[in-house]
């Protein structure tokens, strides 16, 4: 299985296998394209507005990985090719007592709070964005 594809649109973060560590996770907060995802059905998964060529995207769940794993599913066949679960999920990330929740990180309504300085509107339409397929 290809973990990940680099190309000259897809700066985020590399990851080293489909699924990722509590400390991978917090040693590249805050990098480029990258997008923390709390597991969600598919509708709710694929209206986020996660630029799908440029983002590295991490998808937790409160313990076992199963959602998240389902969740990372989905999301690649949709086009994501830069997807990885959190081992341990939001509960392990909070038993080692990190300075913030991921779900305080999780792209909400189309936003990720990483960029909340950049606010989006209902008008404004990115135009690095690229609608994932729809399988």
Known sequence: ??????TPL????????????????ADHLGADNLAVVRAANRVR????????AASTVVVYDESDGLCAAESARTLREAGFERVAV???GRQKWLSE???IDLDDLAHRNGQSPLYASYPLHASYVDPGYVEPRLA
Not at 1 to 6: D, H, L, P, Q, W
């Open 45 to 52: 998964l694929l209206s986020l507005r996660i630029d799908a």
């Open 10 to 25: 897809a700066p985020g973060p590399y990851l080293p296998s489909s699924t990722v560590s509590t400390q991978w996770l």
């Open 86 to 88: 959190l081992r341990g």
């Open 97 to 99: 007592q990190r300075p």
């Open 1 to 6: 299985m290809r973990v990940n594809t680099v």
